[in-house]
């Protein structure tokens, strides 16, 4: 029996599958950030909402990993405080 790992390693041989798994894998790493964020500032997705601006059902979304619109994350990451340093990539 295959195993994911196993999977994984021989679907990401494929470079389009490659392109579009790093793609997901980073707004994964992105929302969980955000959810971690707020869950250690004590507040509740309704009050990081309020003080975004934004809905509740947007910053879940986020949370969520959904497609957000950029203006929506940038309102909720200034509203938790959160500030992205983009480093360039280290090629593989």
């Known amino acids: 029996m295959k195993t994911f790992k196993k999977h994984l390693d021989v679907s990401l041989k494929d470079p389009e599958f490659k392109d579009i ?3 997901e894998r980073k707004l994964i790493e ?8 707020r869950e250690k500032s004590g507040l509740s997705q309704i009050e990081v909402a309020q003080m975004a601006h934004v809905t509740q059902q947007q910053l879940s979304k986020i949370e969520n990993g959904k497609n957000c619109n950029m203006m929506t994350f940038l309102k909720v990451c200034n509203a938790l405080g959160l500030d992205f340093n983009f480093t360039p990539r280290v090629a593989s």
């Open 21 to 23: 798994y790093n793609e």
């Open 30 to 37: 992105l929302s969980l950030r955000i959810h971690e964020a």
